[in-house]
C-alpha cells in the first residue's frame, strides 16, 4: 500500500509532486500553503481564513472571481485554513489541467494588484457570517475556543480556533492583507501536488511553465513554540450555552503530529470511543445509559497536539455521574492497557482507514492532499506507508504507556456546557467563563 | 516557456469516458443484484435497497421506518448487539444505515477480503434482526434525546417546520426521526410489523461494486441471500400512489429563536419527481439559479451583499414530487432583505430576467464536465446505482445523462423554471428572534406570519 511520486523543487523553492492515476479522466491540483493560524498573533486572529477566502476573489490576470472559469469546465473546488497550514484545490477534467494550474499560479503570483477594498469588506461580512452559522448559532458551538484558551496561554498560537475572535475579523486592515502575502504566500512556502490523469514528466514541465517565473521569497521561519506547562490542577470551568442538555469536556496536551505516541493515542481515541464496543461508548451510552454519545479524540498538530474526551449527559443525568465512570473506565485503561483483541480490531480498522484514504485523487484528504501534508510537515511525500507502520508496529505496551504519560488525571482541562441558567448542573467548583 | 497570462488558456480535448457498466441478475426469490467491477483499490461497497423509507411511515406512527432501520445493527442473527459492532470492527468495515423519504438504504463498504463475512453480517442485519426489547428502549431513548438536542439547531428546526408547511398530512410531511408523541408511543411489536411489510427478497437491490468481477460479486451476493424466502403480505403503498398535499395555509412563518445571531430561511414549494421529462432541465435552471458557487443567488446574497457564508438552491427529487427549496443562514439583520431579494431572484428566472445563452452554458458545462468524478470511488458509483434501481431508470441513464443535458437550449430550460417554479406559491420559512425580525418581515407585506411550533 503506498502512494507513488515523483517531487522536483522548482528554482523558486516550490515543490512540485505528481502522482499518476489514470482511472478517470480527472486530475487534481492541491496547493499547500505552510501557513495558518499558528502564525497569527493576539489581536489579529481569524486573519489566516479570512485571507483565504481573498484567494477566491480574482487575481490580476483574471478578475472576475476565481470559481466562474473554473466550474464552467466542471470543476470541483475549494480550500480551507487550519492551525497549521492553507490548503486549496481543484478537480478538474484532464482537458481543463492548463486551466486550473493558470488560476492558482496567477493568485500565487498576482493576488494583490486586484485587491480591493470592496472585495476585503464583504469577505470580512461573509467570514463573521461563516463565525455565526457554524459557532455562535450552533448548540456548543463556542466550547472549542474555551477548552483551547484553557490549554494554552494568551501569547501561544494555539490559544485561539482559526476562526478567531469576532473583533479581530473586524479590526483587520487591508494593508494587513498586503503583507501576509509577501511573507507567506510565495512558492518557498507552498507544496504543488497534481494526481490523477497526467503523465508525470508533463506534469512536471506544465508545473515549471505556470509557476516557474513566480518570484521565490524567503521561507518563514518554523514557528517554535515552547511545549506550555500543563493545565494547573483543577481546571474546571463552565460556560452556559442554548443547549438541551449538559455536556462535558475534557482535554489534555499530547505530543505533535508525528511525533512519539502520536499514533498510539489516536489507537487509544479508538480503544476509548470508537464503536459500540470501545470501552466508554460500551460503559456510559450502552450499559450505564448515563450518556447520550461520547467521543475521544487525539487532535493532532504540527507543535503539540491535544486529547480531548467529550460526553452529552442524558436527560436528568449529571456530569458529575458522567465525569465519575470516564474517570473510572480511563482509569482501568491507565493500569492495564488495551486487550489483545482490542488491539487488533483497532488496528483492522487503522488498516482499512488508510485504504478508504486512497479512493480519491483530489479533494480533502484525497491522495494528492496527503502527500502535500506528508510534503509540508515532514519534507517526505513518501511517508504513506511509514505513517502506516507507525499504526502497525503500535503496542499494547505502546498504548498504555501513551495514555499513563500524556493522560493524567491531576492535568486536565475540564469544561462544562450547560444550559443557560443552569449552571448548577456543570461539574462542582467550576469557574464561569466567558467566551463569544 | 513562460505562461502567456494574457488570456485564460481554452480547454484541451475532452477525454473519453466509459461509464462503470452495471451487471444485473435476479435470484429466485425475486431479489435484484447489480454488480460492478472497480478494481482501483482492494475494497467492495455493498448497498442493500429497500423501498421503504419514513413516506411508508403510518399517519400515527412518524419515525417508524427510521427506528426499524436504526434497530437492524442492534442484534441480529446469533449475534447481539455489541457482537454485531465486534465483527464490523475486525472487518474494518464501514456501516451506514439511512432511512430517507422513499427508500431504506444499508451500505457496508470494508476490504475485498472480508466481502464473504460482510455479506454475511449485512444479510442477518435485514433479514433477521432480533428486535429486543431493551435494545429497543435503549435506541428510542437515544432517538427522543435527539429530538431533544435538535430543538437547539436552527437547520433541523427549519427543516421539520418546512416539511410541516409544506405538505402537512401527507407522507412527506415529516422528517424520518419522527415526532416524540409517536416515538414514545412505539413498541416493538410496532417495528416488527413494519419489518415484516417493508423488507422483502423481491422489493430488495442488492449492489456490490468492488475489486472483483461481476461473477464473484454476484455469486457472493447470491450465497449469502438466496435463503431469504418471507414475502411481505402487506408492502407499504408505493409513493407514485399518492395524492398531490393540500395547499400550504401561509406563505410566511417564523420559527422563534430568542436573540438568534443568524435566520436560518428556507424558501420553496412542492415540486416535481424524479421520474419525469423535465428532469435535465430543472438541474441546468438549479444551476443558473442556485445549484453552485456562481449561481445567481449565492452570488447576489454572499458575493455582493455579504448576508450569508452561502446560499443554495435545489430540487429534491424523490418518487412523488419532493420540494424545490432555498436554503440559507443570513445575519439577523439582514434577513427581510436577504428574504426579498431571494424570491426576487427565483421570480426573476421565470420573468424579467430569463436564462440567457451565457448563463445556459455554463449550467450545462459544469453538470457535464463534471460528471465522471462522480464515478470515483465503489461507494459512489454503488449509491449511482441504487438510483437507478430506486427511481426505475434505465441501465444506460448515465451515457445517456450527458447528451440528454447538453440538448437543452435556454428556452427550453426557462420554459422548465416556468412550469416547476412558482413565486406565487413560495413558502418562507424563518428560524429567528420573532420580536427583532416582525417590523421588518411585515414590511415585506406577505401576509400574516405563522408562529411555528416544531413538534
Not at chain 1, 329 to 336: A, G, I
Not at chain 2, 57 to 63: H, L, V, W
Not at chain 2, 178 to 193: C, F, K, P, Q
Request: negative net charge; hydrophobic residues 45%; glycine residues 8%.
Amino acid at each position: 500500500m503506498n502512494i507513488a511520486f515523483d517531487k522536483r523543487t522548482l528554482p523558486n523553492g516550490l515543490d512540485v509532486i505528481i502522482h499518476e492515476d489514470h482511472s478517470l479522466p480527472i486530475v487534481a491540483v492541491n496547493v499547500w500553503y505552510h501557513v495558518g493560524s499558528k502564525n497569527e498573533v493576539p489581536g489579529r486572529t481569524g486573519f489566516a481564513h479570512l485571507f483565504e477566502h481573498l484567494m477566491f476573489e480574482g487575481s490580476q490576470h483574471y478578475d472576475r472571481g476565481y470559481f466562474h472559469p473554473l466550474q464552467e469546465a466542471g470543476a470541483a473546488l475549494n480550500g480551507s485554513t487550519n492551525a497549521d497550514r492553507t490548503n486549496y484545490w481543484e478537480v478538474v477534467p484532464t482537458n481543463a489541467l492548463d486551466l486550473a494550474l493558470w488560476m492558482e499560479s496567477d493568485r500565487m503570483g498576482f493576488l494583490l494588484p486586484a485587491l480591493t477594498e470592496a472585495k476585503f469588506a464583504n469577505q470580512r461580512d461573509v467570514v463573521l457570517n461563516e463565525r455565526r452559522q457554524n459557532y455562535e448559532n450552533r448548540p456548543y458551538g463556542l466550547a472549542g475556543m474555551a477548552i483551547v484558551a484553557a490549554l494554552y496561554p494568551p501569547d501561544h498560537p494555539y490559544h485561539w480556533l482559526t476562526i478567531g475572535a469576532a473583533d479581530d475579523i473586524r479590526a483587520a486592515h487591508i494593508d494587513d492583507v498586503r503583507a501576509f502575502f509577501q511573507r507567506y504566500y510565495h512558492p518557498a512556502n507552498a507544496s504543488l501536488t497534481l494526481a490523477g490523469d497526467v503523465d508525470a514528466a508533463a506534469g512536471l514541465q506544465l508545473a515549471a511553465q505556470y509557476f516557474g517565473d513566480i518570484a521565490g521569497g524567503d521561507r518563514p521561519a518554523p514557528v517554535q513554540l515552547a511545549t506550555p506547562l500543563p493545565p494547573p490542577q483543577d481546571l474546571t470551568l463552565v460556560i452556559e450555552d442554548r443547549v438541551e442538555l449538559p455536556r462535558l469536556y475534557m482535554a489534555w496536551h499530547s505530543p505533535a503530529l508525528f511525533a512519539a505516541g502520536d499514533a498510539e493515542l489516536d489507537l487509544v481515541a479508538e480503544v476509548l470511543s470508537s464503536g459500540k464496543t470501545s470501552r466508554l461508548y460500551r460503559a456510559l451510552v450502552y450499559e450505564q445509559r448515563i450518556a447520550t454519545e461520547v467521543a475521544a479524540s487525539q487532535n493532532s498538530r504540527e507543535a503539540g497536539s491535544f486529547f480531548q474526551i467529550v460526553a452529552t449527559a442524558a436527560p436528568g443525568r449529571t456530569l458529575a455521574e458522567v465525569e465519575r465512570a470516564i474517570i473510572k473506565e480511563l482509569t482501568v485503561f491507565l493500569e492495564t492497557g488495551p486487550t489483545a483483541k482490542e488491539l487488533d480490531r483497532c488496528l483492522a480498522q487503522a488498516e482499512a482507514h488508510f485504504l478508504f484514504r486512497l479512493q480519491t485523487v483530489g479533494g480533502f484528504g484525497g491522495k494528492s492532499d496527503q502527500l502535500n501534508a506528508y510534503n509540508v510537515f515532514l519534507g517526505d511525500p513518501g511517508y504513506f506507508e511509514k505513517d502506516l507502520d507507525r499504526y502497525g508496529s503500535a503496542t499494547a505496551d505502546g498504548l498504555r504507556n501513551a495514555a499513563a504519560a500524556w493522560l493524567k488525571l491531576s492535568n486536565r482541562v475540564v469544561l462544562s456546557v450547560v444550559p443557560r441558567g443552569r449552571v448548577a448542573l456543570a461539574l462542582p467548583g467550576s469557574q464561569p467563563v466567558t467566551v463569544s | 516557456m513562460a505562461a502567456d497570462r494574457s488570456r485564460l488558456p481554452g480547454l484541451g480535448p475532452e477525454r473519453r469516458f466509459t461509464f462503470p457498466a452495471i451487471q444485473r441478475s435476479t435470484l429466485a426469490n425475486g431479489l435484484r443484484i447489480c454488480t460492478v467491477p472497480h478494481r482501483q483499490v482492494p475494497l467492495v461497497a455493498v448497498l442493500a435497497l429497500v423501498p421503504a423509507g419514513a413516506s411508508a411511515d403510518p399517519p400515527e406512527r412518524p419515525g417508524l421506518a427510521a427506528i426499524t432501520g436504526d434497530m437492524l445493527d442492534e442484534g441480529c442473527g446469533d449475534k447481539g448487539a455489541l457482537d454485531v459492532h465486534e465483527t464490523l470492527g475486525r472487518l474494518g468495515a464501514q456501516l451506514d444505515l439511512d432511512v430517507g423519504h422513499d427508500a431504506t438504504v444499508v451500505g457496508l463498504t470494508t476490504l475485498v477480503r472480508h466481502l464473504d463475512a460482510g455479506l454475511e453480517l449485512l444479510r442477518d442485519m435485514l433479514i433477521r434482526p432480533r428486535f429486543e426489547q431493551r435494545e429497543f428502549d435503549r435506541v428510542r431513548e437515544l432517538r427522543l434525546n435527539r429530538l431533544l438536542q435538535l430543538k437547539d439547531m436552527p437547520p433541523a428546526l427549519a427543516d421539520r417546520a418546512f416539511a410541516q408547511l409544506l405538505y402537512r398530512h401527507h407522507p412527506y410531511g415529516h422528517l424520518p426521526i419522527g415526532s416524540e408523541g409517536s416515538l414514545r408511543a412505539m413498541m416493538v411489536r410496532d417495528i416488527t410489523a413494519f419489518h415484516r411489510n417493508a423488507y422483502g427478497p423481491a422489493r430488495t437491490t442488492i449492489v456490490a461494486v468492488g475489486d472483483a468481477p461481476h461473477e464473484a460479486l454476484r455469486d457472493s451476493v447470491a450465497r449469502a441471500f438466496e435463503g431469504w424466502t418471507t414475502e411481505p403480505a402487506q408492502p407499504p403503498a408505493d409513493p407514485d400512489s399518492f395524492g398531490a398535499p393540500p395547499a400550504p395555509a401561509g406563505r410566511l412563518a417564523l420559527v422563534h429563536r430568542a436573540a438568534a445571531a443568524q435566520s436560518e430561511l428556507r424558501i420553496g414549494h412542492v415540486a416535481l419527481p424524479r421520474r419525469t421529462a423535465d428532469y435535465h432541465g430543472a438541474l441546468v435552471a438549479n444551476m443558473v439559479l442556485g445549484g453552485q458557487f456562481v449561481s445567481r443567488i449565492n452570488m447576489n446574497l454572499r458575493e455582493d451583499k455579504g448576508y450569508t457564508y452561502g446560499a443554495r438552491t435545489a430540487f429534491e427529487f424523490r418518487r412523488a414530487p419532493g420540494p424545490f427549496v432555498l436554503q440559507a443562514s443570513v445575519q439577523a439583520d439582514a434577513t427581510a432583505d436577504a428574504v426579498r431579494e431571494a424570491i426576487r431572484e427565483i421570480a426573476a428566472i421565470r420573468g424579467d430576467r430569463p436564462i440567457t445563452r451565457e448563463e445556459l452554458e455554463l449550467g450545462r458545462a459544469s453538470l457535464t464536465r463534471g460528471y465522471p468524478r462522480n464515478f470515483e470511488t465503489a461507494d459512489q458509483i454503488a449509491r449511482a446505482a441504487a438510483q437507478l434501481a430506486l427511481y426505475d431508470l434505465p441501465d444506460d441513464y448515465f451515457t445517456t445523462f450527458v447528451p440528454a443535458v447538453l440538448a437543452l437550449d435556454e428556452r427550453a430550460v426557462t420554459a422548465i423554471a416556468e412550469r416547476h417554479l412558482d413565486p406565487s406559491r413560495l413558502v418562507t420559512v424563518i428560524v429567528g428572534d420573532r420580536d427583532r425580525l416582525t417590523p421588518a418581515l411585515n414590511a415585506l407585506d406577505m401576509g400574516e406570519i405563522a408562529d411555528v411550533r416544531v413538534v
